[in-house]
């Protein structure tokens, strides 16, 4: 998948408008396996974008668009969006799954069905 971004943060806003369910990864990373593998597990088949699939301005430019929306983290990713808001990482949608929340936020945004 390759993007040429005039504006990262539209990129952002608009995948994750128009998709119920958007994954920011990268291919190998353990903590992402586990977020997609969640959710597909529970039925979703979220869009994901493989960061290191893009080219390099345009992978960075999106890690740091998400880096701001998770400052507190050394690595923005895996970065999880439902229902074209962001939930956060691992670690958020990891809670919300145990908790209970995930599966309604999931049925709202249109994910899943039953």
């Not at 353990?30 to 345009?58: A, I, N, Q, W, Y």
């Not at 507190?72 to 969006?81: D, E, L, T």
Request: net charge negative; with cysteine; glycine share 8%.
């Amino acid at each position: 998948m390759e993007m040429e971004l005039a504006n990262p943060y539209e990129v952002v806003r608009q995948l994750a408008e128009c998709n119920a369910v958007v994954v920011f990864s990268i291919s190998g990373c353990c903590m992402c396996t586990v977020v997609k593998r969640l959710l597909f597990g529970l039925g979703v088949g979220p869009t994901v974008v493989e960061l290191d699939h893009l080219s390099h301005p345009s992978a960075d430019d999106i890690q740091a668009v998400l880096h701001h929306l998770l400052p507190h983290q050394p690595h923005p990713i895996p970065a999880v969006f439902v229902g074209g808001k962001f939930l956060g990482g691992l670690d958020t949608l990891m809670s919300s799954h145990i908790n209970g929340s995930l599966v309604p936020l999931l049925k709202q945004a249109g994910a899943l069905w039953l």
